[in-house]
């Protein structure tokens, strides 16, 4: 199955319950923002980064591309079922990535040990970084501050973002990928400010062999 057929079962799901209103509000929000418009390009180059990963080693982003291209996907937390969706469709196809001479990284702004819980919950054989204060997902241009209507929905069901993350703004960032050339330029980007809707792994293979 298709990891965008998932996704779509899992709106659906959400759509039937309260989550509505705050799912029409975060889209027509971000819509008005032009959020994804502000995101990296093909052809920016990537931000450089050095970035604890799940087990608190520092992962240098100059040392990654030198071992070949890097794929960089943002994910929200382990809270989001979507993002869960993703992060088990990826390791999946990781053999596919890693045959085709490229690093796959998953990023984070959640904090406290939650990158180690995330990767072991799902048996994740990549890497998974925290972005400490999204500064990387900054520098990417896909941060936002998440709407009140769908603050109050995670807040109802327990998801605290300023604990989760250490910041008490509730930002959180747009679950974007970027296929990044050896080089540091960005060969290829999914963004979509529908949380929803993520990029198809199977694309992102055929992407790299491309390359």
Not at 8 to 33: C, H, M, N, V, W
Not at 62 to 80: K, Y
Not at 186 to 203: H, Q, Y
């Amino acid at each position: 199955m298709l990891l965008n057929d998932i996704l779509a079962a899992l709106r659906r799901t959400f759509l039937k319950g309260d989550g509505g209103p705050a799912y029409e509000e975060f889209i027509a929000s971000l819509d008005a923002a032009k959020i994804a418009a502000q995101a990296l390009q093909p052809g920016d180059a990537m931000p450089a980064f050095l970035l604890p990963n799940a087990e608190g080693e520092l992962v240098d982003s100059a040392e990654l591309l030198a071992a070949g291209p890097v794929v960089v996907s943002f994910f929200r937390g382990g809270w989001c079922p979507y993002c869960s969706a993703t992060l088990d469709a990826m390791q999946a196809v990781l053999a596919e990535v890693t045959a085709a001479g490229a690093t796959f990284v998953a990023m984070t702004p959640e904090t406290g040990g939650r990158a180690l819980a995330t990767k072991r919950a799902h048996g994740l054989h990549y890497q998974v970084l925290a972005d400490v204060d999204l500064a990387i997902a900054m520098a990417f241009g896909i941060v936002f501050r998440t709407p009140p209507l769908y603050e109050a929905l995670l807040r109802r069901s327990g998801v605290d973002l300023a604990e989760r993350t250490g910041n008490p703004a509730w930002l959180m960032p747009l679950p974007a990928t970027f296929l990044v050339r050896r080089d540091g330029v960005i060969a290829r980007s999914w963004v979509d400010i529908d949380f929803t809707r993520r990029a198809e792994p199977a694309d992102i293979v055929a992407a790299l062999k491309a390359l």
